[in-house]
């Protein structure tokens, strides 16, 4: 198991960008993908992206129409997310997940193993 790091969260007007970072000690993450999710009060964890660790495939859902891309850059064992054109609604506390089940969907919370302590992201309007 490794141990996930989350930065990067902070407060924004509408319109605005943030990049966050997950960072992974003790070892490389463990694929076959690192997901990237969020939780808003009183609401479900919801899917952000996806990427595999290994060749930097991407997956989306299609609610996000591009606005966030994810990244990773293996030497430093870290993911990045940016996320652009940020809206009221994309308020949420954003976490790293890691230790997907191959046999699992990428985009279900019980897919992964590890998460990381999450970071919160504010978008004002």
């Known amino acids: 198991q490794v141990h996930l790091v989350e930065s990067g969260g902070g407060l924004v007007q509408a319109g605005g960008s943030l990049r966050l970072s997950c960072a992974a000690s003790g070892r490389t993450f463990s694929g076959p993908v690192v997901g990237w999710f969020r939780q808003a009060p009183g609401k479900e964890r919801e899917f952000v992206a996806g990427i595999s660790w290994e060749t930097g495939a991407t997956i989306y859902p299609n609610v996000k129409k591009g606005r966030f891309t994810t990244s990773r850059d293996n030497a430093k064992n870290t993911v990045y997310l940016q996320m652009n054109s940020l809206a009221p609604d994309d308020t949420a506390v954003y976490y790293c997940?890691?230790?997907?089940?191959?046999?699992?969907?990428?985009?279900?919370?019980?897919?992964?193993?590890?998460w990381g302590q999450g970071t919160q992201v504010t978008v004002s309007s």
């Open positions: 997940a890691d230790g997907m089940n191959p046999s699992s969907s990428p985009s279900t919370t019980r897919a992964y193993a590890f």
